[in-house]
């Protein structure tokens, strides 16, 4: 199983984006589901997690701009991204949490311009 995210890109602070993150296959005894980032020399942050039975909960530094969510059918856990500030700049990695183990996505470039 591969998880592919997709959606970053360049946007000017105050702007928005989706980020979409896609399984190729099925994936039995899933926990959580969640968005970190990694910006230029700094460690990998969590920011986000939507938990099997929908709850969520995010970062201080993310809350009331980002909102995580989950499309059971396809597959996909998305992040959309509003009022992005230049320290939103980073590499955003997803994630799904097994009672086996974690799956992660290859990443996806987000650059706010300020």
């Known amino acids: 199983v591969q998880l592919q995210a997709s959606g970053g890109g360049l946007v000017q602070a105050g702007g928005s984006l989706r980020l979409s993150c896609a399984a190729s296959?099925?994936?039995?005894g899933v926990w959580h589901r969640r968005w970190y980032r990694q910006a230029p020399g700094k460690e990998r942050e969590w920011i986000a997690t939507i938990t099997t039975n929908g709850l969520v909960s995010y970062a201080d530094s993310v809350k009331g701009r980002f909102t995580i969510s989950r499309d059971s059918a396809k597959k996909t856990v998305d992040l959309q991204m509003n009022s992005l500030e230049a320290e939103d700049t980073a590499i955003y990695y997803c994630?799904?949490?097994?009672?086996?183990?974690?799956?992660w996505g290859q990443g996806t470039q987000v650059t706010v311009s300020s």
């Open positions: 296959g099925s994936i039995n």
């Open positions: 994630n799904i949490n097994t009672k086996l183990g974690d799956y």
